[in-house]
């Protein structure tokens, strides 16, 4: 995403996408119910918190206006810290949650849900470079002799939207 700002373009996808959730105890029900309370969101400049922070700020919040905010060594560690009682709220992508939410007695609440995120892997090139070569990196990344392991295929793409919003959670100062 930070490449597109950078004078980049999108030209390949794996074309994936996840939504983040932040997730709350039970018994709050809107993200204003977590001002003044905690939360555990993994290492600071991780993708999970940016998208923890743009969700509080759609609501007018920041970090300043919870009690504390833990970073973390990991993404997972978050269901659980909220599990138990060390934090009121986490954020997880939205497939952990449901899995997570279907194993639990009281799992807690949705309080609020991300737009769509790319996932897997993409490919970006230079905005200047020809056409031609531009061309050539596509026909590379898609040809059916381009194969990473457990990785789904790429596909061509020049959809940056999804990218765009990712690049815009790490933004917190006013473009004017």
Known sequence: ASALIHGYELVASTGTVSKY???????MKSLADLKGRRAYFPQQDSLRSYVARGLLA???MTTRSLKAVTYGQTSGAGLLTVAGGGAEATVALESEWLEWSKAQKTPGQVLAVSQAMPGGLSVVVKKSLPANVKSAVVQWVTSPDFVIPGVPR?????DATP??????????TPAE
Not at 21 to 27: K, M, N, Q, S, Y
Not at 154 to 158: C, E, F, L, Q, V
Request: charged letters at 20%.
């Open 21 to 27: 959730v932040l997730v709350g105890r039970g018994d």
């Open 154 to 158: 790429m596909r061509p793409t020049s």
């Open 58 to 60: 759609q609501e007018g």
């Open 163 to 172: 990218y765009e919003y990712v690049a815009s959670l790490g933004i917190f």
